[in-house]
Structures are given as structure tokens and as C-alpha cells.
């Protein structure tokens, strides 16, 4: 069974940076692709970013580009989110996921584990 947690979130001013941790449990982290999605209040959970099971293949969604970066550390079983230049749109619970193939994906029926989540709030 895997089991996902996040960690890094909190509140920032607009500007700011976060960094966001997932550490996974199991034995398939390291032959996974990894995702990072988010949820505002009364939106649908939304792709934000995906690395594949060796991190060569990465993919974002057009608003983070040039200010998330998603990278991972195989030997620790962490995937990381570091986001810079922080939005009041970027508030949302952000969740980590783990692929169900090792290519990184952008749809959400890509991942079959999912963390609990943690909450990001940008003020302006």
C-alpha cells in the first residue's frame, strides 16, 4: 500500500515562494511517475505539474510555467513543488500523486494514490 504526504504549505504574501514535499511510502516511488495537482474553493482539481519516474519527462500546466519548478530525489522517495512568484490565484489544498504508469501525465485518471493534501494561501 503507498501512502503519500505532503508538507511546505502555508500562508505567503503575493511574490513569495514555497517549497512543497511529498514523501512516499512503498516500494514503486522510484519506477512511478509523480504528479502535483490543486483545488480552489468551488473548482475542480486541476493538473499542475508531472515528472516522470527517471525526471527526465516534465510537464506543466501554461499558468505555472517559469515559476513552479517539480523535481524529485528517487533515494529519498520525495517529489518536491517548488513554486516562485506566488499568485493570490495559486491558493488552493495542493495534492501529490502517484502514476499508475512511470510516464508522467497530465489527466488525473493517471494516478491511482493520492495524498491528503496541503493548503497554499497567497495573499495579495
Known amino acids: 500500500q503507498v501512502q503519500l504526504v505532503e508538507s511546505g504549505g502555508g500562508l505567503v504574501q503575493a511574490g513569495g515562494s514555497l517549497r512543497l514535499s511529498c514523501a512516499a511510502s512503498g516500494r514503486t516511488f522510484s519506477s512511478s511517475a509523480m504528479g502535483w495537482f490543486r483545488q480552489a474553493p468551488g473548482k475542480e482539481r486541476e493538473f499542475v505539474a508531472a515528472i516522470s519516474f527517471s525526471g527526465v519527462g516534465i510537464y506543466y500546466t501554461d499558468s505555472v510555467k517559469g515559476r513552479f519548478t517539480i523535481s524529485r530525489d528517487n533515494a529519498k522517495n520525495t517529489v518536491y513543488l517548488q513554486m516562485n512568484s506566488l499568485k493570490p490565484e495559486d491558493t488552493a489544498v495542493y495534492y501529490c500523486?502517484?502514476?499508475?504508469?512511470?510516464?508522467?501525465?497530465?489527466?488525473?485518471?493517471?494516478?491511482?494514490?493520492w495524498g491528503q493534501g496541503t493548503q497554499v494561501t497567497v495573499s495579495s
Open positions: 500523486a502517484q502514476g499508475t504508469t512511470s510516464y508522467a501525465s497530465r489527466a488525473r485518471y493517471g494516478y491511482e494514490y
